[in-house]
């Protein structure tokens, strides 16, 4: 027989729940941080075609 742990019961003043706690605290805030990354990224890019699609900026030629 198999038992759950304080968590799966509901209580709230256990250490494996103050852990539990953490560890979402921790992973929301790494997510949160890239995903602040990607969105800076893509406004710098969008800032950066209005730039050059004004011809403000003179770019190197390929040919």
Do not use: H, Q, W
């Not at 852990?19 to 921790?26: E, S």
């Not at 995903?35 to 011809?55: D, H, Q």
């Amino acid at each position: 027989m198999t038992y759950g742990c304080p968590v799966c019961y509901g209580a709230s003043e256990t250490s494996s729940s103050s852990g539990i706690a953490m560890a979402i605290a921790t992973l929301l805030g790494i997510t949160g941080t890239v995903l602040s990354a990607i969105v800076a990224f893509a406004v710098r890019m969008n800032k950066r075609a209005k730039i050059t699609l004004n011809g403000d900026v003179d770019l190197p030629s390929l040919n």
